[in-house]
């Protein structure tokens, strides 16, 4: 064999690792999504389309799926805007701000299991933080957590406040790419900052707010650590991202048929979103 | 220090102690006996650590950090080796085959791991791979080279070919071009790779939760999650496992973070 053909084999390990890992069970997901199987016992048999049909008129589901929408964009939007503005404070030039960056970043090291419970002290009923601040105004503390209204929100913001950091990172490096020369240039001109910021920081900066959306949308969706540490997708599935329904499907209920054919919605809604959205986010680049 | 500059100072200064703040609970509370009902915004004015002995025994955190080290340190270093490996024809030899191979690599990163766990946990059992180390390392590797593939794909078409092309002349072959020219170019992107992979499997819950119930195979995280199911009144062991389980990853970002933005930028954002 020559030299050429060899090297041309040298990603043939990474092929097999995500054949083997990755696109075998894929395809064994969707047979498995067709049976009643319950994850353990050697018995079971095909049931057609049973589990997707009993997933539409399951009443938990809407719910989850919504849930799923608000992990995903809800992070996505808060990430980039504060994100954004971060990274525009921290770029100008005043000491110590590579020690706040760090500050902001850190985040970002701790397990996302671990930043859940670290929020978990804030907001549990008993003794939280967050409850002996509510004290000062009211005489009863506030469940915060077993509250399906709010629940979903305070997961949504530790999601945000723990990935902050790598959306700051990427503006940073998009901006400090832009040359000053534009800006200059647009201060002769008179323009203000606002309009410096749109004109020119915005459509500049289109390539690093694509791989943020894509990133942060990816991570948003499939969202589970936070929401085990937090209130476990509690109550009933009140803040049950798809991800940790199906977790509690399969372990709890030991139903992996069904759990099978979530995981499949899973992956054609977090295919679908990213997908679109990064071909829309593309197209705005080039013709800016 | 211009006038501008200085206006925002107070903001940066509201922005940084909001973002100590988790520590600065987690810590607290890591800190206070069990009988101790203040505030959490309140430092105890003490010094308790039986927190931390108790735990440590109580979740077997030894075996948990033993556990967790080897998985990362294997893990890692096979993501570097693979995804260098792979990188490389990808990104000098773009034939239709090796962009399609790509476009197939990447797409991954899309796939959701929860998406086919039911199928992995399925393939685990039948080839007895439950609760053992090269299970979860290869499951790692897998999810962790998409990433990795892209960052040094990207980082090897910013090296300019007339290197290549020199070294050919002066008579190496393209596998020894790989190991001695396009290698040791490689750090910075390196680095990166090693921050994230190494954040990335050190933390990892979803994964080791399904795969590690065995309690001596489990990683920190299982442990601590275990532990905290069972004592979740007590919170200072749960803040004192979360403390310890945190400390040695934030060293080696606090390390090696100066390579971390370089490479990142160099890989991912202009490459």
């Known amino acids: 064999m020559n030299s050429k053909a060899l090297l041309n084999l040298m990603y043939l390990p990474t092929l097999i690792l995500f054949s083997v890992l990755i696109f075998f069970p894929f395809i064994k997901g969707i047979d498995i999504s067709l049976t009643n199987w319950d994850g353990y016992s050697q018995e079971f048999r095909r049931i057609g389309l049973e589990n997707y049909k009993r997933m539409f008129s399951d009443p938990d589901i809407l719910n989850v799926i919504k849930n799923t929408f608000i992990y995903g964009a809800g992070s996505t939007l808060f990430q980039n805007i504060i994100g954004l503005g971060y990274a525009i404070l921290l770029n100008i030039s005043i000491k110590g701000k590579g020690i706040v960056r760090t500050i902001v970043y850190l985040p970002v090291i701790i397990s996302p299991l671990i930043m859940g419970y670290i929020w978990y002290f804030f907001f549990q009923f008993n003794g939280g933080a967050v409850n002996d601040i509510i004290l000062l105004f ?36 998009g901006l400090q790419s832009i040359s000053k020369d534009y800006y200059e240039a647009a201060q002769l001109d008179g323009a203000s900052g606002f309009s410096q910021f749109k004109n020119i920081t915005l459509p500049l900066l289109a390539p690093s707010i694509t791989i943020n959306v894509v990133i942060n949308l990816i991570g948003g969706l499939k969202l589970f650590d936070v929401i085990k540490a937090m209130t476990d997708g509690g109550p009933g599935y009140a803040s049950s991202s798809l991800s940790s329904m199906m977790y509690q499907i399969y372990f709890a209920r030991q139903d992996a048929g069904y759990a099978a054919s979530l995981g499949n919605l899973m992956f054609v809604i977090i295919c679908l979103v990213s997908l679109s959205a990064l071909f829309y986010l593309r197209k705005r680049e080039v013709s800016e | 220090m211009n006038k501008t500059t200085r206006k925002f100072l ?87 085959l090796n962009r399609f191979m790509y476009t197939l690599f990447i797409s991954v990163l899309i796939v959701p791991p929860l998406t086919i766990l039911v199928p992995l946990y399925k393939m685990f059992v039948d080839v007895g791979a439950m609760n053992s180390n090269w299970g979860i390392i290869l499951l790692h590797v897998t999810f962790h080279l998409p990433m990795t593939i892209f960052l040094f794909t990207g980082f090897i078409g910013t090296i300019p070919r007339e290197l290549d092309e020199a070294a050919m002349i002066d008579g190496c072959t393209r596998l020894s071009l790989f190991v001695k020219v396009i290698i040791p170019l490689l750090k910075p992107v390196t680095a990166t790779v090693v921050i994230l992979a190494s954040v990335g499997i050190w933390n990892d819950y979803q994964f080791s939760v399904f795969f590690l119930s065995d309690p001596d195979a489990r990683t920190i995280t299982v442990s601590l999650s275990s532990f905290f199911g069972q004592y979740n009144n007590n919170i200072g062991w749960v803040a004192a496992g979360s403390l310890t389980a945190a400390l040695p990853i934030t060293i080696v970002y606090l390390f090696l973070q100066r390579y971390f933005i370089t490479g990142l930028s160099a890989g991912g954002v202009k490459g």
Not at chain 2, 11 to 19: G, P, T, W, Y
Not at chain 2, 21 to 48: C, E, Q
Not at chain 2, 63 to 72: D, L, R, S, V, Y
């Open chain 2, 10 to 96: 107070p903001l940066i200064f509201i922005i940084s102690i909001f973002h100590i703040l988790p520590f600065y609970v987690l810590i607290t509370t890591s800190f206070k006996a069990v009988d101790d009902v203040s505030s959490k915004w309140v430092f105890p004015g003490y010094w308790y650590i039986d927190n931390f002995i108790n735990v440590w025994k109580g979740a077997n955190l030894g075996q948990a950090f033993f556990n967790n080290i080897i998985i990362t340190v294997v893990s890692v270093l096979l993501t570097v080796v693979l995804g260098a490996f792979a990188a490389y024809p990808l990104a000098r030899y773009k034939t239709r």
């Open chain 1, 138 to 173: 009211r005489d009863k503390p506030m469940n915060l957590l077993a509250d399906s209204e709010v629940n979903v929100w305070i997961i949504t913001f530790v999601n945000t406040y723990q990935y902050l950091g790598i959306a700051m990172i990427v503006y940073l490096a």
